[in-house]
């Protein structure tokens, strides 16, 4: 038995949680889209894009960690890939963050849409180059990463919805 097959149960409820919350994002974001009479695609592409990226990079690597794999050194490539490929993301975010002319992010917003995915896809990335000396630890810290990930989607999509809901409203 490989040290991913442990894992099993927890991916199998952490993907099929992010794999709900992909639908229930679109939907929501068609609702406020419905509501909303001007957009700005930078803010979206910072506020809500993420989101979805987040929930499919959580159910992306669920579904591979589930996989039958042999040893953990494949698998660990995948996450690791994947792991570079958010911290990457992650600064473009932070980027488009900076030039949303239409909301002025908060302390609350840098930590949720910047620094806690890039702590999240940095950890996926650290822990693939680990996992020959650490593997247990390394899997601990992957599975960190993905619910990470998966709390924040949920608190961005959250805190999106509220904002449209309460804060629009009022204006």
Same mark, same amino acid.
């Given at each position: $038995?490989t040290p991913l097959?442990?894992?099993?149960n ?11 919350l992909?639908g229930?994002q679109?939907?929501? =974001? ?10 700005d ?8 894009s993420? #989101?979805?990226v987040?929930?499919a990079?959580?159910l992306?690597?669920s579904?591979? =960690?589930?996989?039958?794999w ?10 690791g890939l ?7 993301? &992650?600064?473009?975010?932070t980027?488009? $963050? ?8 908060e302390f609350?917003d ?7 995915p890039f702590? +999240?896809?940095? +950890?996926? +990335?650290?822990s693939?180059c ?14 960190? &990463?993905?619910?990470?990930l =998966?709390?924040?989607?949920i608190? #961005? ?7 449209h ?7």
């Open positions: $038995m097959a442990r894992w099993q927890f991916y199998v409820i952490i993907g099929s949680s992010a794999g709900a992909i229930l679109f939907v929501v =974001l068609s609702l406020i889209t419905s509501r909303s009479a001007r957009t695609p930078v803010a979206g592409s910072a506020f809500s993420p #989101n979805i987040h929930f990079a959580v992306g690597l579904a591979v =960690l589930s996989a039958p042999d040893a953990v050194g494949p698998a660990s490539i995948v996450w994947a792991g570079f490929g958010g911290v990457v993301y &992650a600064i473009v975010v980027r488009r $963050m900076r030039r949303v002319t239409v909301y002025q992010p609350e840098w930590l949720f849409h910047s620094l806690l702590a +999240a896809y940095l +950890a996926l +990335a650290v693939a680990a996992v020959r000396f650490r593997i247990r630890e390394c899997l601990f810290c992957v599975g960190a &990463a993905v619910l990470l =998966l709390f924040i989607g608190h #961005n999509a959250w805190d999106a919805v509220t904002y809901v309460f804060a629009r409203k009022q204006q």
